[in-house]
């Protein structure tokens, strides 16, 4: 069995937050917690836009609608915070010479 193979109990059961923290419980019992300064588009989102979830992705995954995210019981198990999101400026993508590594 590899590590990174999913498991039944790694499905969503419920999603709760407080001010500053998303609170993830999965049908084996356990609680993850994470800050919602990890999902910029959560933290932007009304409390009323976060409430409105729904487990997708076989369970593996919780869709916001109205915040355009979707996020997975494994990346929460690894700690992975969403990844930035490109700068675009007047509708062009930019990219700066510090991304490519320059």
Excluded at 7 to 29: H, N, S
Excluded at 45 to 63: D, P
């Amino acid at each position: 069995m590899h590590a990174s193979e999913v498991k039944a109990g790694e499905r969503v059961k419920d999603v709760r937050f407080t001010e500053d923290t998303m609170a993830v419980d999965l049908l084996d019992g356990r609680t993850i917690i994470v800050p919602l300064a990890w999902y910029p588009r959560l933290l932007d989102a009304t409390l009323e836009q976060r409430r409105n979830w729904r487990i997708s992705g076989a369970g593996y995954a919780i869709h916001w609608p109205e915040a355009d995210e979707d996020l997975s019981t494994e990346g929460f198990l690894r700690g992975a915070p969403a990844a930035p999101e490109p700068a675009r400026t007047g509708g062009k993508m930019r990219i700066s010479r510090v991304s490519l590594g320059l």
